[in-house]
Nanobody, 122 residues
């Protein structure tokens, strides 16, 4: 199971850190990813990482502002979000896939957390 948390309301320019806690199985060989979905829009890729952290990928819209990382001892993946913009407002989801390739498509992921709301005010 995946449990996302850390969302909230923040002013533009602020920061939030999202957490995704993994439990119930071993994800040591899986890619983990963060996606987001704004009202009326499709779910989009935000960031992805191999479980070991050696490979990462980011959407162009968040590159340089967001950082994905993991704490293997805590079985937790983080998304540090800095310099937040109103257009970052969305429900954020963490996900994992069984293969070792970072997919940018939500269809490529096998396990999903429940989502956490991020709202950035202008």
């Amino acid at each position: 199971q995946l449990q996302a948390s850390g969302g909230g309301l923040v002013q533009a320019g602020g920061s939030l850190r999202l957490s995704c806690a993994f439990s119930g199985r071993t994800f040591s060989s899986n890619v983990v990813g963060w996606f987001r979905q704004a009202p009326g829009k499709e779910r989009e890729f935000v960031a992805g990482s191999s479980w070991g952290g050696s490979r990462t990928a980011y959407a162009d819209s968040v590159k340089g502002r967001f950082t994905i990382s993991r704490d293997s001892a805590r079985n937790t993946v983080y998304l540090q979000m800095n310099s937040l913009k109103p257009e970052d407002t969305a429900v954020y989801y963490c996900a994992a896939r069984r293969t070792d390739f970072i997919s940018r498509s939500p269809w490529g992921y096998d396990y999903w957390g429940q989502g956490t709301q991020v709202t950035v005010s202008s």
